[in-house]
């Protein structure tokens, strides 16, 4: 695990050179994200740690073993960082906009894991929206596909 925050840190001159993205690092900074968004409103509900772990097995096809290293990994990564742009950074680097757009359903996923939108979440995720270049209509439309259509 000690390589992955090496690798995560590290400059990335030969994946610059050939093109190629940083996978493994990417999904680093979106479970760190998506912790952030869990951790935001003071509470990490076992739903929100259950939808993070299901968010990362599903859309990333990973084993359930390294996603709990994974989120062990992001979760001190989180700890360590002075703010968010360095995950937005690296995922603003190696994705798409349509990529982009995912991962802010992902944070949707995880905010109503527990049934609603809190402040602290609004805020948060029209922050990382912003910083993964993200227009307003790109951010409801993700809201509005993966909102409950009884909270509509």
Same mark, same amino acid.
């Given at each position: $695990? ?21 996978? &493994? ?50 979760h001190r990564e989180r700890k ?25 359903? $992902? ?8 049934? &609603?939108?809190?402040? &602290?979440?609004?805020?948060?995720? &029209? ?26």
């Amino acid at each position: $695990m000690l390589d992955l925050v090496k690798k995560f840190f590290r400059k990335k001159t030969d994946e610059n050179k050939t093109g190629d993205k940083s996978g &493994h690092d990417v999904r680093v900074a979106t479970c760190a994200l998506l912790l952030e968004i869990a951790s935001v409103d003071g509470e990490f509900s076992g739903e929100e740690q259950r939808r993070i772990i299901s968010i990362m097995e599903q859309d990333y096809s990973l084993s359930g073993e390294y996603v709990k290293d994974l989120i062990e990994e992001s979760h001190r990564e989180r700890k360590n960082s002075i703010d968010l742009w360095q995950f937005t950074n690296l995922i603003n680097k190696n994705y798409s906009k349509n990529e982009k757009v995912e991962i802010i359903e $992902m944070v949707w996923k995880v905010i109503y894991a527990d049934g &609603h939108l809190d402040k &602290h979440e609004d805020y948060l995720v &029209h922050k990382l929206a912003n910083l993964l270049r993200l227009t307003q209509k790109e951010l409801i439309n993700a809201k509005l596909k993966v909102l409950p259509k009884k909270q509509r």
